[in-house]
């Protein structure tokens, strides 16, 4: 059974900082993984999808890479600003199948 | 185009009453889920459809039961809810499911609360 695992659960950083979330998988055969976005009280919003052949994905000040064999994707968010508080959940998609297992996300605040 | 929509966004409930949950998709999506999120237990799959008039079951289905009679919406029944239903549930849907660019687009959640 794949399990998806998010450190750190909470991160608190001022603003302007780099940061850096982390997300590893037990399960080397996935499909593809995805970095989504939930504002407290809202759902999910998407914001990068890595394909499993691909290395990284880019958007704007949001960078996530893959690293499949070891089971690691990191998010990497530029020049924070109090407007990127919120929980930032990694999911992992399985080869054949059609469904997501979420990692239990980490909630990130941004002071000014 | 509203997205995924869901009715409604909040309800009390006594144990052993039953509810239906609404999602309704304008996106003319084939697949759609439902999920449930708890404090620390994160976002956990109840059912899914890969079309119109099928339903699967995911991680934590007992206790729930699912209708996909048009491909627009997916219903969530509870049949007698229990205090350990109380949670936020959250509906999403997707373009086929097999493609690798395809993502998960959700709905705002339903705050369920079971006394």
């Known amino acids: 059974k794949q399990e998806v695992t998010q450190i750190p659960a909470a991160l608190s950083v001022p603003e302007g900082e780099n940061l850096v979330l982390n997300c590893s998988f037990t399960?080397?055969?996935?499909?593809?993984l995805q970095w989504f976005r939930q504002d407290p009280g809202k759902g999910l919003t998407s914001l990068l999808l890595?394909?499993?052949?691909?290395r990284e994905q880019t958007s704007g000040r949001l960078n996530a890479s893959l690293d499949k064999s070891s089971g690691r994707s990191t998010l990497y968010i530029a020049a924070s600003q109090p407007g990127d508080s919120a929980t930032y959940l990694c999911?992992?998609?399985?080869?054949?199948?059609?469904?997501?297992?979420f990692g239990k996300g980490t909630m990130l605040l941004v002071s000014p | 185009n509203a997205g995924v929509t869901q009715t409604p966004k909040f309800r009390v409930l006594k144990t052993g009453q039953s509810m239906t949950l609404l999602c309704a998709q304008d996106?003319?999506?084939?697949?759609m889920y439902w999920y449930r999120q708890d404090p620390g237990m994160g976002l956990r799959l109840i059912h899914y459809?890969?079309?119109?008039?099928?339903?699967a079951k995911g991680e934590v289905p007992d206790g729930y039961n699912v209708s996909r009679l048009k491909k627009q919406n997916f219903l969530l029944g509870l049949e007698s809810a229990a205090p350990s239903q109380t949670s936020v549930y959250f509906c999403?849907?997707?373009?086929?499911?097999?493609?690798?660019?395809?993502?998960?687009?959700f709905g705002p959640g339903t705050r369920l609360t079971v006394l």
């Open positions: 999403a849907s997707s373009p086929m499911g097999g493609a690798r660019e395809d993502t998960q687009y």
């Open positions: 399960d080397s055969a996935i499909y593809n």
């Open positions: 890595i394909q499993s052949s691909q």
């Open positions: 999911a992992v998609r399985m080869t054949g199948y059609s469904t997501l297992t």
């Open positions: 996106m003319n999506h084939e697949y």
């Open positions: 459809s890969v079309g119109e008039g099928t339903t």
